[in-house]
Protein backbone atom coordinates (compact mmCIF):
# COMPACT_ATOMS: atom_id res chain seq x y z
CA UNK A 1 0.00 0.00 0.00
CA UNK A 2 3.24 2.48 0.38
CA UNK A 3 4.44 2.00 -3.31
CA UNK A 4 6.88 -1.23 -2.87
CA UNK A 5 5.81 -4.19 -4.56
CA UNK A 6 4.97 -7.80 -3.90
CA UNK A 7 8.71 -9.05 -3.31
CA UNK A 8 9.61 -5.95 -1.26
CA UNK A 9 6.82 -5.67 0.58
CA UNK A 10 7.15 -10.08 1.68
CA UNK A 11 10.65 -9.36 2.29
CA UNK A 12 10.09 -6.35 4.41
CA UNK A 13 7.16 -7.40 6.12
CA UNK A 14 9.38 -10.66 7.25
CA UNK A 15 12.29 -8.49 8.22
CA UNK A 16 10.59 -6.54 10.50
CA UNK A 17 8.52 -9.34 12.25
CA UNK A 18 11.93 -11.19 12.62
CA UNK A 19 12.87 -7.61 14.24
CA UNK A 20 10.34 -7.90 16.53
CA UNK A 21 11.01 -11.03 18.20
CA UNK A 22 13.96 -9.50 18.86
CA UNK A 23 12.43 -6.38 21.09
CA UNK A 24 9.20 -8.16 21.87
CA UNK A 25 7.98 -7.38 25.27
CA UNK A 26 10.28 -4.33 25.44
CA UNK A 27 9.31 0.10 25.85
CA UNK A 28 9.76 -0.75 22.05
CA UNK A 29 7.11 -2.92 21.08
CA UNK A 30 4.32 -1.10 23.28
CA UNK A 31 2.29 -0.49 19.44
CA UNK A 32 3.14 -3.73 17.61
CA UNK A 33 1.66 -3.13 14.30
CA UNK A 34 2.87 0.22 14.12
CA UNK A 35 6.17 -1.15 15.05
CA UNK A 36 6.20 -3.40 12.12
CA UNK A 37 4.85 -1.43 9.86
CA UNK A 38 7.49 1.35 10.37
CA UNK A 39 10.56 -1.22 10.39
CA UNK A 40 9.04 -2.51 6.90
CA UNK A 41 8.69 1.06 5.38
CA UNK A 42 12.06 1.60 6.40
CA UNK A 43 14.01 -1.54 4.86
CA UNK A 44 11.87 -0.94 1.86
CA UNK A 45 13.79 2.31 1.86
CA UNK A 46 16.72 1.13 2.64
CA UNK A 47 16.69 -1.85 0.01
CA UNK A 48 16.10 0.57 -2.15
CA UNK A 49 18.79 3.13 -1.57
CA UNK A 50 21.16 0.47 -1.95
CA UNK A 51 19.92 -0.48 -5.24
CA UNK A 52 20.60 3.03 -6.58
CA UNK A 53 24.27 3.35 -4.84
CA UNK A 54 24.59 0.40 -6.83
CA UNK A 55 23.56 1.47 -9.88
CA UNK A 56 25.58 5.07 -9.79
CA UNK A 57 28.93 2.47 -8.57
CA UNK A 58 28.08 0.96 -12.04
CA UNK A 59 27.37 3.61 -14.03
CA UNK A 60 30.43 5.38 -13.08
CA UNK A 61 32.75 2.48 -13.81
CA UNK A 62 30.83 2.44 -17.29
CA UNK A 63 32.03 6.16 -17.83
CA UNK A 64 35.98 5.55 -16.30
CA UNK A 65 35.92 2.68 -18.78
CA UNK A 66 34.60 4.62 -21.67
CA UNK A 67 36.86 7.48 -21.07
CA UNK A 68 40.33 5.66 -21.03
CA UNK A 69 38.93 3.75 -24.29
CA UNK A 70 38.32 6.92 -26.05
CA UNK A 71 42.11 7.89 -24.78
CA UNK A 72 43.39 4.65 -26.25
CA UNK A 73 41.38 5.52 -29.69
CA UNK A 74 42.29 8.99 -29.81
CA UNK A 75 40.78 10.37 -33.21
CA UNK A 76 37.60 8.40 -32.60
CA UNK A 77 34.42 9.54 -33.84
CA UNK A 78 33.42 10.25 -30.05
CA UNK A 79 29.57 10.98 -30.70
CA UNK A 80 29.62 7.30 -32.44
CA UNK A 81 31.65 5.52 -29.27
CA UNK A 82 29.19 6.77 -27.17
CA UNK A 83 26.30 6.29 -28.91
CA UNK A 84 26.90 2.66 -29.27
CA UNK A 85 27.92 2.58 -25.61
CA UNK A 86 24.64 4.04 -24.34
CA UNK A 87 22.70 1.81 -26.49
CA UNK A 88 24.19 -1.25 -24.70
CA UNK A 89 21.72 -2.93 -22.10
CA UNK A 90 22.51 -2.22 -18.52
CA UNK A 91 23.99 -5.51 -17.63
CA UNK A 92 26.74 -5.37 -20.95
CA UNK A 93 27.77 -1.58 -19.71
CA UNK A 94 28.66 -2.87 -16.37
CA UNK A 95 30.23 -6.53 -17.76
CA UNK A 96 32.23 -4.22 -20.29
CA UNK A 97 33.48 -1.67 -17.70
CA UNK A 98 34.48 -4.00 -14.93
CA UNK A 99 36.56 -6.53 -17.85
CA UNK A 100 37.98 -3.04 -18.81
CA UNK A 101 39.29 -3.01 -15.66
CA UNK A 102 40.74 -6.07 -15.53
CA UNK A 103 38.31 -8.63 -13.60
CA UNK A 104 37.56 -11.77 -15.27
CA UNK A 105 34.42 -13.20 -16.00
CA UNK A 106 34.20 -15.55 -13.23
CA UNK A 107 35.34 -12.39 -10.98
CA UNK A 108 32.55 -10.21 -12.47
CA UNK A 109 29.79 -13.40 -11.72
CA UNK A 110 30.49 -13.08 -8.22
CA UNK A 111 31.02 -9.49 -8.05
CA UNK A 112 27.82 -8.97 -9.73
CA UNK A 113 25.64 -12.01 -8.38
CA UNK A 114 25.38 -13.69 -11.57
CA UNK A 115 26.39 -16.75 -13.69
CA UNK A 116 29.88 -16.82 -15.19
CA UNK A 117 28.56 -18.14 -18.66
CA UNK A 118 25.90 -14.77 -18.48
CA UNK A 119 28.51 -12.56 -18.21
CA UNK A 120 30.84 -14.21 -20.84
CA UNK A 121 27.55 -13.91 -23.01
CA UNK A 122 27.19 -10.19 -21.95
CA UNK A 123 30.76 -9.48 -22.76
CA UNK A 124 30.70 -11.29 -25.93
CA UNK A 125 27.34 -9.53 -27.23
CA UNK A 126 29.37 -5.82 -25.90
CA UNK A 127 32.16 -6.45 -27.87
CA UNK A 128 30.07 -7.67 -30.91
CA UNK A 129 28.22 -4.38 -30.49
CA UNK A 130 31.47 -1.82 -29.88
CA UNK A 131 34.27 -3.67 -32.39
CA UNK A 132 32.77 -1.58 -35.64
CA UNK A 133 33.21 1.05 -33.83
CA UNK A 134 36.62 1.12 -32.21
CA UNK A 135 38.32 -1.73 -34.36
CA UNK A 136 39.08 -5.52 -32.67
CA UNK A 137 42.58 -3.99 -31.20
CA UNK A 138 40.95 -1.71 -28.69
CA UNK A 139 38.51 -4.62 -27.53
CA UNK A 140 39.86 -6.84 -24.33
CA UNK A 141 39.40 -10.28 -25.22
CA UNK A 142 37.84 -12.46 -23.09
CA UNK A 143 40.69 -13.36 -20.08
CA UNK A 144 38.76 -16.94 -18.37
Not at 67 to 78: I, N
Request: contains cysteine; negative net charge; hydrophobic residues 45%.
Amino acid sequence: MSGADQWEAEDAAQDAMCALGEVWGTERAIHPRAWVRTVAWRRVLAVRDGERRLREVHDRAATQAAERLLGELGDSDLAELLSVLGSLPEVQQRVFAWTYDGYKPKDIAEILHMNAATVRSALREARNKLKPVVGAGHIKEDAR
